[in-house]
């Protein structure tokens, strides 16, 4: 008789292992974490994401919400920002996306498995949210936000270089704009060059003259390089700005290069 109850034990043991690692049980600290988080189950009630912070959440089988959490964070800053949002899955693969305070969809959308990151421009002030879905699956996460300043979106913080000097940068989200302010080295014709390093999206590219009237424009495809030329004087600058045509993969950080010399 002692063989067989010890017998049924081990099997027990075994059967609540195996329920656990596949989800369908929930250890008492998963529980627990599940319920407490159980007040953000819609936009309204998101949890705010201090800026550099993190939150853990989490979803039961018994879970009334339809398996959803939402969180919100907001740019602190008085300037135009970029949030780096990113979920980690403790558990399984659970859904998240953006939204903005309307509740409209921000156009980025993945699964956590084991981990994704978005990039979302912010307004001074603006605040977006994120919402974590789990469905039939289940599970538990970590979520966590920074948010920094964005550098030479607009003419008046353009980045300045003088010609001849090549630059590298990268376009973070889906509205992301860079603009650089480029000074002559000496009288000529100003040659430029544009290339688009990724393969998931085009790039948009405009150069203003020193008035800021617009002069040339064009597209660089994936994977491509663009040329172009510009008369200019000494001291003079030209304005290039750059952001994204077409979008493959929004969530994807896009690099570019321009360079410049005068003959």
């Known amino acids: 008789m002692k063989k067989v109850k010890t017998l049924v034990k081990r099997m027990a043991a075994v059967i609540m292992s195996a329920a656990i690692a596949m989800g369908v049980l929930m250890t008492p600290e998963f529980s627990k974490e599940a319920h407490a988080a159980d007040t953000n189950i819609s936009m309204t009630t998101a949890i705010e994401i201090p800026n550099n912070s993190f939150v853990e959440g989490a979803v039961g089988y018994d879970d009334p919400s339809g398996g959803f959490r939402w969180y919100k964070f907001t740019n602190p800053y008085d300037c135009d920002c970029v949030a780096t949002v990113t979920v980690t899955a403790s558990t399984h693969n659970p859904e998240c996306a953006l939204f903005n305070s309307l509740g409209g969809s921000d156009g980025k959308r993945g699964y956590a498995w084991p981990s994704i990151a978005f990039h979302a421009g912010l307004k001074a002030g603006e605040t977006k949210y994120l919402k974590v879905s789990n469905g039939e699956w289940k599970g538990a996460w970590t979520a966590s936000v920074s948010i920094t300043p964005e550098e030479g979106n607009a003419f008046k913080v353009a980045k300045s270089y003088k ?12 509205e992301d704009v860079d603009i650089y302010k ?5 009288t000529g014709v100003m040659k430029f060059s544009i290339t688009n390093n990724e393969n998931h999206y085009d790039v948009k590219y405009t150069v203003y003259n020193k008035g800021k009237a617009a002069k040339k424009t064009g597209e660089v495809k994936e994977a491509e390089t663009k040329n172009g030329k510009l008369k200019i004087k000494k001291g003079q600058y030209i304005y290039i700005e750059i952001k994204r045509g077409s979008i493959a993969f ?10 410049t010399k005068i003959k």
């Open 163 to 174: 010609s001849g000097k090549r630059i590298n940068g990268k376009l973070d989200y889906l």
């Open 182 to 186: 480029i000074k002559a080295k000496k």
């Open 250 to 259: 929004d969530s994807e950080l896009g690099s570019y290069s321009i360079k």
